[in-house]
């Protein structure tokens, strides 16, 4: 494991890296030296980013979708529903941090200009709520390094409202396209609904893990 960044109903979900066997779950919320690169990387500068996060290692950054990443941002009820199903049922999530009520799940390039038709043409796509895209020519604020929530849904000593569930760890992490999050969304819709069918993708997985293991996805 990487040391913490030293700073002060739809189509089949496509195949992610095979998950790791079940064991200890991983440190999740803490972003690493290379996870700091990898978010830099979406700016022009990096190397200007990185330097204020190292002067400012508690002021948090807005970053530009689209070339790094696509952001897809929904109310956090639901997003933690959504994180349930992605981690319980399926592949995992790429990074995810919680903003002002909302939760930002990192996405790849691409997911936000397709992700809006695909809940179009849904059955479940009306009962999704409030769900922002923001890809190629959109910002959005992303938590400081060294923000860190509680993935397991405890409560850490000290809880801010911008903080990383799923922190960046790796300079190339995986990100779920837009048929793995059209796929979560329309898991969480028919979980909030009562009438969820829990079908994993993944049968024989650790169902009653509740910190969601970064290993799974390498």
Do not use: K
Not at 128 to 138: E, F
Request: hydrophobic share 40%; with cysteine.
């Amino acid at each position: 494991m990487n040391s913490s960044l030293s700073l002060h109903g739809p189509s089949p979900v496509p195949a992610a890296p095979d998950p790791a066997p079940a064991g200890p779950a991983r440190d999740a919320c803490h972003v690493t030296a290379d996870g700091a690169a990898w978010l830099a990387s979406a700016e022009t500068y990096p190397l200007s980013a990185l330097t204020l996060w190292r002067t400012r290692p508690s002021a948090p950054a807005v970053l530009p979708c689209g070339s790094a990443f696509d952001v897809v941002s929904v109310p956090a009820v639901f997003g933690r529903r959504m994180l349930d199903r992605l981690w319980e049922e399926g592949p995992g999530s790429g990074p995810v941090a919680a903003h002002r009520g909302r939760m930002l799940l990192f996405a790849s390039p691409g997911t936000a200009q397709r992700l809006p038709s695909l809940l179009e043409w849904e059955e479940w796509g009306p009962a999704v709520p409030s769900v922002l895209c923001h890809g190629t020519g959109d910002a959005v604020t992303v938590p400081p390094p060294t923000a860190c929530g509680a993935p397991d849904g405890g409560t850490p000593v000290h809880r801010p409202a911008s903080r990383w569930l799923v922190a960046p760890d790796t300079r190339h992490p995986w990100l779920p396209g837009p048929e793995v999050m059209l796929w979560a969304c329309v898991r969480a819709a028919r979980a909030a609904a009562g009438s969820a069918v829990r079908i994993s993708i993944f049968p024989g997985g650790d169902q009653d893990a509740n910190v969601y293991d970064v290993s799974r996805r390498r």
